[in-house]
């Protein structure tokens, strides 16, 4: 087992039961992100914060 398959089990533990409050933390971020780059980055930012999400739903299976 790699450090990283290590680390993302981790992830997932702590994920459980706090999925939606991660989930509004990760939209946060990329809005204060959005608001601090005029948007410059905003297409960018959406693809993270979706694949983010993604890893937060993924971790519940």
Do not use: C, P, R
């Amino acid at each position: 087992m790699s450090i990283f398959d290590d680390l993302k089990g981790k992830a997932e533990g702590l994920i459980k039961g706090n999925e939606e409050a991660i989930k509004d933390g990760i939209e946060k971020a990329g809005d204060v992100v959005d608001s601090k780059t005029g948007d410059k980055f905003k297409g960018q930012v959406d693809q993270v914060q979706q694949a983010a999400s993604d890893f937060v739903d993924g971790a519940n299976k």
